[in-house]
């Protein structure tokens, strides 16, 4: 299978593309940042275009590798912050690029299946428990509106021209390479040696913390089951586990002495709770295999290297 994955460079993309090409696809990237040969190979890909996702430079790629099998779609906005501060230009990347990449296929190369990386966001607020994928969405955020959007747009292309597309919710997917979110900015401060790690919210919102491995098994996994009715399904754990707890857990894996406040204020476009139903993601063969203590140990241990290099 030739796989082209769009957002191959970010967090999750790079760690799809390994997993990708260890699982025997070809993979080939399309999205933001310049990276050398090497770079790009080292992540298991066998091409990179850097470029937006548009029709002229997915032609480039077909022309070159022919017509995907699937294209694993990536790209668009990233985080809940900055919709919030450049609302226009999140709509750009999730929603046009999501129809433009449909359009695409559309017309170009209408085998051809999509799975796209959808985000829990779309839930919104007002959530207790185990969120099915039937579920009433009300986004909370410009992030959670754009990503519906998105999803509607791809499932409206597979109603009307029977293209076989899947979306994957994703959770508060995490793993070694990030650099943003809770455990980013918790491990800066503390690298700066605060005595008190001070966050935002209240400490008692419920996240299903997904290591970005277990994200990338279930994209792959997507890939088989995309069809015209655009299944949607859930990418978590099915345990929900405090923000406080996963603070906690990274003082307790840093070391030292550091005491933990929480400002009380929530964060725009933060729900109090999101936590997947999976029984569709496992009755498609697929269970998530890392637990989220080990992840956060093994998050520490990575900062803590890219910091001494960053240092020297």
Known sequence: MTIFLTGARGFIGQHACRYFADQGRTVVGIGHGAWTETEYRHCGLSDWLNGEIEPANLDAIAARHGAPECIVHLAGGSSVGPSFSAPAEDFRRSVIATSALAEWVRLHTPQTS?????????????HFGSIRESATCTPYSPYG???????LALSSYASSFGLRVACVRL????????RKQLLWD???KLAQRARTL????????????????DAAKLLL????????????????????????????????????????????????????????????????????SENWRQGVADYVTWFHSVFQDEKQ
């Open 114 to 126: 999509i799975v796209m990386a959808s985000s829990a966001a779309v839930y919104g607020a007002g």
């Open 145 to 151: 509106f754009h990503k519906y959007m998105a999803e």
């Open 171 to 178: 959770f508060s997917v995490f793993g070694p390479g990030l």
């Open 186 to 188: 918790a491990c800066t």
């Open 198 to 213: 001070a966050l935002g919210g209240h400490g008692t919102e419920l996240r299903d913390w997904l290591h970005v491995e």
């Open 221 to 288: 996994c997507a890939t088989r089951f995309a069809n015209e009715k655009c299944p949607i399904v859930n990418c978590g754990t099915g345990i929900g586990t405090s923000v406080s707890a996963i603070a906690q857990e990274l003082i307790a894996r840093w070391g030292g002495e550091t005491d933990l406040v929480f400002s009380g204020v929530a964060r725009n476009g933060d729900p109090h709770s999101l936590v997947a139903d999976i029984s569709l993601a496992r009755s498609w063969g697929w269970s998530p």
